[in-house]
């Protein structure tokens, strides 16, 4: 049974900061993985998405890195902004549908 | 392109009544996902429509939960009688094909009284 962790779970940092989230999966059969992003009230947004071909995805400040075999993925948000504050999500897809996600990662960036 | 719309955005209810919230998926969208967050848990895989077939509903809690989509466009999930555990968010999600990325909808928060 695929199981997805998120660490840390809340995290808070000045300004300016370079930041990692981490995800870790059990089951290395995935289809792709994505990050979203959720905040307050709102849905979820699509960050990156990386198919189980790839290692890793790049948009503006984020880079995801994936490693199937270790079943880790890492978020990596480059000085970050207090806009950046949000619950980050992982999520993998074990099959061609539907979605497993982590518990997620609170952000707090301090101004 | 408009994207997935849920209603209502919030839905406060009686233990015992009746809930039913609404997804309308992005145009053109076959595949339709209900997914839900309670409490301090992961968002987890309700169910799976393609146009109006159930493709998969392994997620669904019990039979007090129904999902419907007649005519393969929008779909309704109906909570009857709703419980004090049922209180979340109700996320839609939508996609073209079925190995597609998944567009989601704001939500439903449902409050079980």
Redesign the interface.
């Known amino acids: 049974k695929q199981e997805v962790t998120q660490i840390p779970a809340a995290l808070s940092v000045p300004e300016g900061e370079n930041l990692v989230l981490n995800c870790s999966f059990t089951d290395s059969a995935i289809y792709n993985l994505q990050w979203f992003r959720q905040d307050p009230g709102k849905g979820l947004t699509s960050l990156l998405l990386i198919q189980s071909s790839q290692r890793e995805q790049t948009s503006g400040r984020l880079n995801a890195s994936l490693d199937k075999s270790s079943g880790r993925s890492t978020l990596y948000i480059a000085a970050s902004q207090p806009g950046d504050s949000a619950t980050y999500l992982c999520a993998v897809r074990p099959g061609t549908y539907k979605y497993i996600f982590g518990t997620g990662t609170r952000l707090k960036v301090l101004a | 392109e408009a994207?997935?719309t849920q209603f209502p955005s919030h839905s406060v209810i009686e233990k015992g009544q009746t809930v039913t919230l609404r997804c309308d998926p992005i145009s053109g969208h076959d595949?339709l996902?209900w997914?839900r967050r309670v409490m301090g848990?992961?968002?987890?895989?309700l169910l799976?429509f393609v146009k109006e077939s159930k493709?998969?509903e392994s997620?669904m809690p019990n039979n007090r939960f129904l999902a419907e989509r007649t005519g393969g466009t929008y779909s309704t999930l109906k909570v009857q009688p709703a419980e004090l555990e049922d209180s979340g968010v109700y996320?839609c999600a939508s996609s073209r094909a079925?190995?597609d990325?998944?567009?989601?909808?704001?939500?439903t928060?449902l409050t079980v009284l």
């Open positions: 994207g997935v595949n996902y997914y848990k992961e968002i987890k895989f799976h493709q998969d997620g996320f079925n190995d990325e998944q567009f989601f909808g704001p939500g928060r």
